[in-house]
């Protein structure tokens, strides 16, 4: 049983370069592309129209962590905000419990 195969033969030179241009294709879209993006819409919507303060790319940098991290146990139900009877003032329905799971533990 002979198959003939076709076989990529890449070249030392190739290979590095085509690995070089993955890992910066996936710096600037998962990270420079984001931080531009929340600096410039922060600047415009706190900076010019509400006349707060700009911020810097190491500033929008931490933002997009926060962002990230955010949607990451949003997603993965890490953070759960349900509402708790109080024993303390029945009158305040509006008590808010935030629960954070270890595991995927399920109620």
Known sequence: MNKNYNIIHINS???IIVVLLLISGFI???ILLPV???KNIWNMLVGQMLNGPIIQYYQA???WVLIA???YMNNKNAIRIR???SDIDPSDKNNIEIIMKEDSDND
Request: one cysteine or more; glycine letters at 16%; a positive charge.
């Open 28 to 30: 600037c879209g998962f």
């Open 13 to 15: 030179l190739t290979g």
């Open 36 to 38: 531009w993006v929340v």
């Open 83 to 85: 509402r708790v009877k």
């Open 69 to 71: 991290l955010g949607l």
């Open 61 to 63: 940098a931490l933002l």
